[in-house]
T-cell receptor, first 114, second 113 residues
């Protein structure tokens, strides 16, 4: 158990819909990262937050947005969903945002868009 | 920009045989390198990391990796494979911004009895 909690574990929805994925980092971790894992794209970095502020941005679509709340949990919002958005979405956390530390990954939220 | 190439999306070894998973990286700055393992239906777990210092790093479960700057490689090895090693392995390099990691495409390790 990494200490990172992601909900929901599985989600099935239709094209054009909007979903929210939630992540609770390990206790005391200030940084949260979102990754997308798909068969064709592999593991892609989406976005990082550190103590509520956006720290780094990767290949995140404009239809996707994220935020980190004062209690440090984070949400990833995916809107106008397309079939190609079907993937496993991982959240990871670390204590600091700029040191080469270990990332602790949750078990992921599997999104299926029909 | 950083990138990671893992040679071989699938590797099959017999139980007790040497495990060698290959990773080459590209980095515009001195790299921090990582190997993560993903067991079925689980998140990624850190196996080992290289930041500075000794180029041969040891990780959990008997794995080790050697950083070779001249070859831009960070191959993962284990002298004797165990059935429980069957998983997907990801090599990663840390980027310039924050603690963001760029991952390779992954190598699925299969261990035959």
């Amino acid at each position: 158990d990494s200490g990172v909690t992601q909900t929901p574990k599985h989600l099935i929805t239709a094209t054009g819909q909007r979903v929210t994925l939630r992540c609770s980092p390990r206790s005391g971790d200030l940084s949260v990262y979102w990754y997308q894992q798909s068969l064709d794209q592999g593991l892609q970095f989406l976005i990082q937050y550190y103590n509520g502020e956006e720290r780094a941005k990767g290949n995140i679509l404009e239809r996707f947005s994220a935020q980190q709340f004062p209690d440090l949990h984070s949400e990833l919002n995916l809107s106008s969903l397309e079939l190609g958005d079907s993937a496993l979405y991982f959240c990871a956390s670390s204590y600091r945002g700029s040191e080469p530390g270990e990332l602790f990954f949750g078990e992921g939220s599997r999104l299926t868009v029909l | 920009a950083q990138s990671v190439t893992q040679l071989g999306s699938h590797v099959s070894v017999s139980e007790g045989a040497l495990v060698l998973l290959r990773c080459n990286y590209s980095s515009s700055v001195p790299p921090y390198l990582f190997w993560y393992v993903q067991y079925p239906n689980q998140g990624l777990q850190l196996l080992l990391k290289y930041t500075t210092g000794a180029t041969l790093v040891k990780g959990i479960n008997g794995f080790e990796a050697e950083f070779k700057k001249s070859e831009t490689s960070f191959h993962l090895t284990k002298p004797s494979a165990h059935m429980s090693d069957a998983a997907e392995y990801f090599c990663a390099v840390r980027g310039n911004a924050g603690n963001m990691l760029t991952f390779g495409g992954g190598t699925r390790l299969m261990v035959k009895p």
